[in-house]
């Protein structure tokens, strides 16, 4: 019985949660600096700088989170999304000109004075939806398909038209 139901340990069972529950939150960060707001003063006094900085902050956090769990976790059709998340490496250059540095365990650090001090455009541009290339949108991408979210469909809502009855 042990063999065909092995148990999972606490330690695993943990990451599987963390990773899970992290893919939920790093989308919402990745949402949070896609959204026009984040980067446009508000009444209330807090200003875009403000903003972005306390966006960044989640977003490398949950970041981490997210890359931390899935060395430990057993969900592969999750980790292999969040491996691929290694497109960052790609964007090292642009990210350490906002603050962001990718470490050697593939997390990644933020300067926060760095980050203060920076053209609000250049996180911007790095985080467009305009540009399915940039690094938020293939972020995005990849956390979407790890189960960050539900996938929405265009199209056809018939399922008459559904061929799911091959078995």
Do not use: C, H, W
Not at 41 to 46: F, L, P, Q, R, V
Not at 129 to 143: E, F, K, L
């Amino acid at each position: 019985k042990e063999k065909m139901y092995p148990t999972v340990s606490k330690e695993t069972q943990e990451a599987n949660t963390n990773l899970t529950n992290g893919i939920g939150s790093l989308k919402s960060s990745i949402s949070t600096l896609q959204s026009e707001n984040t980067f446009e003063d508000t009444e209330n006094g807090k200003t875009a700088s403000e903003k972005v900085v306390s966006a960044m902050k989640s977003y490398v956090n949950n970041y981490n989170n997210v890359v931390t769990a899935s060395k430990s976790s057993t969900l592969s059709n999750k980790t292999a999304y969040v491996a691929n998340m290694s497109t960052t490496s790609k964007f090292e250059k642009e990210l350490g000109e906002i603050g962001v540095m990718l470490k050697s365990d593939g997390t990644l650090q933020l300067d926060e004075t760095k980050l203060k001090n920076t053209d609000l455009s250049k996180v911007q541009k790095l985080f467009s939806t305009d540009n399915i290339q940039s690094y938020g949108s293939t972020i995005a991408s990849r956390v979407k398909f790890a189960g960050g979210g539900t996938s929405t469909t265009t199209g056809t809502t018939n399922d008459s038209t559904s061929t799911d009855d091959k078995k």
